[in-house]
């Protein structure tokens, strides 16, 4: 994996941003979207309740895309 980028290249925040109001205030936001800042390519994920394995999933395709030849 680190052959493509390393971790300081990725800002990772979580998606949806969080917002006021609704029934579930305060509630927390479980997408994640992750941004490879060199390349501006960015990654979302939000089929999961958890972050964390949604934050795996956007991880596997920001590496599968920065492995498409058109990045090598």
């Known amino acids: 994996m680190t052959d493509y980028f390393t971790p300081d290249e990725l800002h990772i925040e979580p998606w949806p941003p969080r917002q ?8 927390g936001s479980s997408g994640v979207k992750i941004t490879h800042v060199p390349t501006g390519t960015v ?11 949604n934050k795996l999933i956007a991880l596997d ?8 030849p058109k990045f090598r």
């Open 20 to 27: 006021k109001g609704g029934q579930h205030v305060g509630g």
């Open 43 to 53: 990654a979302v994920c939000v089929s999961n309740r958890s972050q964390h394995t």
């Open 61 to 68: 395709m920001i590496l599968s895309a920065l492995s498409h």
